[in-house]
């Protein structure tokens, strides 16, 4: 009996420590992004974020600076440029996140509108290269339309360009079903690696898209889209123990096109004037 309590006293801590960790990678993402967009003078172009022990920082050559979160005291520190060279105590980690809500400040990165990102997911971006991750924990999705964890932020001018996008799944498993039916195929994994794989067309997208690389690494939570897609259906051979997780990595890039409406895209939106449209039947229907 001892030895079952202190496993579970250290499980309790350990998942404690995983959760306080994934708190901070995301805070710490979520502000770095939110200083390159405030600070451009010192933070001028977007960059990966760094993980050597303890620290979760970003360089930015352009101005010799160092920007990033102590993980020992959760404080935000900078280094070099105007700051010389010790690192210098700005504040908290938490604080900062406060004022960066409370001003309605933007956390989201330049190449994706993450306004109505899941929440638990982080974004990082370095160059046209823009990192999607959900880290150590899994985050629930909704439904499938909220596949596209990377659309293009809303435009002030019409750029004319037409982007296709497709995703590429490297790798993928489904945790929670267990199919026990010889020589059936996993029906659910291509459920899901379906709708990830969709693709989307973007008209008026931002120059420099044909050149954008997205990589994901995700876990999802996806017990609710398996209820919505199947009900209370029972099959014979499938036992379901929920949480159903999906866990997956795949690579998003864009291809410059002449015209949407002339693709095999699923879904088009205009970055410009705000419309969307589906694949319904072969055409494509105005939905917005």
């Known amino acids: 009996m001892k030895r079952l309590i202190l496993s579970a006293c ?48 970003r360089y930015y050559p352009e101005t010799g600076v160092y920007a990033g979160v102590n993980k020992s005291d959760n404080a935000v520190y900078v280094l070099g440029g105007p700051w010389g060279n010790n690192p210098t105590l700005i504040d908290t980690l938490a604080n900062l996140i406060s004022q960066v809500d ?49 659309t293009v932020p809303s435009q002030t001018t019409a750029s004319g360009i037409h ?7 490297t790798s993928s498993t489904i945790s929670g079903i267990t199919i026990s039916i010889p020589g059936l195929p996993d029906p659910f994994s291509e459920l899901i690696n379906s709708a990830a794989n969709v693709k989307h067309c973007t008209i008026n997208a931002p120059a420099g898209t044909e050149n954008l690389t997205v990589n994901s690494n995700l876990c999802l939570d996806i017990t609710t889209v398996f209820s919505k897609e199947l009900g209370s259906i029972s099959i014979p051979g499938v036992a379901v123990t929920p949480p159903i997780t999906y866990t997956t990595t795949g ?4 291809a410059i096109v002449a015209d949407c409406f002339a693709t095999d895209a699923a879904t088009i939106t205009d970055a410009f004037t705000g419309e969307a449209w589906v694949k319904q039947d072969g055409r494509f229907v105005k939905v917005k």
């Open 163 to 169: 982007a296709l996008g497709s995703n590429t799944i």
């Open 10 to 57: 250290a499980f309790v801590l350990i998942a404690h420590i995983q959760f306080a960790f994934a708190t901070t990678s995301t805070d710490t993402e979520k502000l770095l992004n939110w200083a390159e967009k405030t600070f451009p003078q010192f933070f001028p172009s977007p960059q990966a974020t760094q993980n050597i022990e303890p620290w979760l920082f």
């Open 251 to 254: 690579t998003y890039k864009n």
């Open 102 to 150: 409370s001003s309605g400040g933007n956390g989201g990165i330049a190449a994706c509108d993450t306004s109505n990102t899941l929440s638990g997911v982080s974004y990082s971006q370095s160059g046209n290269v823009v990192t999607v991750t959900t880290g150590s924990s899994c985050v629930v999705l909704p439904d499938l339309s909220t596949t596209n964890l990377c």
